[in-house]
């Protein structure tokens, strides 16, 4: 059965870091696209950072330079390190699993984990 779980959310102050994690169950992160997305308040889910099978990585441009997406294939995780964290940077974020078209047509969320960046 494929889950996401992710960890590592939680308060930090403006310029803070914080690294999250998402652990994947029932299949290996090394052969898919993953990605992190963010949902803010009132807002809609948004694409962070995304990680290919050959580790080509891409980055929205308010997170560019200041996060980083990895992936950890012995441990089955895909990590998001954030620093220079701002306020806006506040949401719920979420991993992601995209479909692999066309062996495996599905794809998954997690249940997401919340980040505040607040003084």
């Known amino acids: 059965q494929v889950q996401l779980v992710e960890s590592g959310g939680g308060l930090v102050q403006p310029g803070g870091s914080l690294r999250l994690s998402c652990a994947a169950y029932?299949?290996?992160?090394?052969?898919?696209?993953m990605a992190w997305y963010r949902q803010a308040p009132g807002k809609q889910r948004d694409l962070v950072a995304r990680?290919?099978?050959?580790?080509?990585?891409n980055y929205a441009d308010s997170v560019k330079g200041r996060f980083t997406i990895s992936r950890d294939n012995a441990n089955n995780t895909v990590s998001l390190q954030m620093s220079s964290l701002k306020p806006e940077d506040t949401a719920v974020y979420y991993c992601?699993?995209?479909?692999?078209?066309?062996?495996?047509?599905?794809?998954?969320w997690g249940k997401g984990t919340l980040v505040t960046v607040s003084s």
């Open positions: 992601y699993r995209e479909k692999l078209v066309p062996l495996d047509g599905m794809d998954y």
């Open positions: 029932g299949f290996n992160v090394n052969i898919y696209t």
């Open positions: 990680i290919t099978s050959g580790r080509t990585t």
